[in-house]
Nanobody
Framework: QVQLVESGGGLVQAGRSLRVSCTAS????????MGWYRQAPGKQRELVAI???????TYADSVKGRFTISRDNAANTVYLQMNSLKPEDTAVYYC?????????WGQGTQVTVSS
């Protein structure tokens, strides 16, 4: 059974940095895509960044130049380095992993940015 376990969220001041990570287990194969989404209170879940197994990345416009997604295929782990954080980055951050048409989610980790 596939499981995604996130870590690294927390409370940080605006302008500072934070890194979250997520490890997928339960599959013998590395996911096609791994990514991060976020959901702020009262808002819909939105894409933050995605990275393919070959390293192609996609970012939301709101985080381009500030966030960097990376992955370790051998460890089935994806990272999100978040720099120059803003209060509007406050949300629950969810890890995703896709094997062909099967999409899995982590439980979410809270990131709170204080002004």
């Amino acid at each position: 059974q596939v499981q995604l376990v996130e870590s690294g969220g927390g409370l940080v001041q605006a302008g500072r940095s934070l890194r979250v990570s997520c490890t997928a287990s339960g599959s013998a194969f590395s996911p096609n895509d791994m990514g991060w989404y976020r959901q702020a209170p009262g808002k819909q879940r939105e894409l933050v960044a995605i990275i393919t197994r070959t390293g192609t990345t996609t970012y939301a416009d709101s985080v381009k130049g500030r966030f960097t997604i990376s992955r370790d295929n051998a460890a089935n782990t994806v990272y999100l380095q978040m720099n120059s954080l803003k209060p509007e980055d406050t949300a629950v951050y969810y890890c995703s992993a896709r094997w062909f048409s099967a999409l899995y989610w982590g439980q979410g980790t809270q990131v709170t940015v204080s002004s």
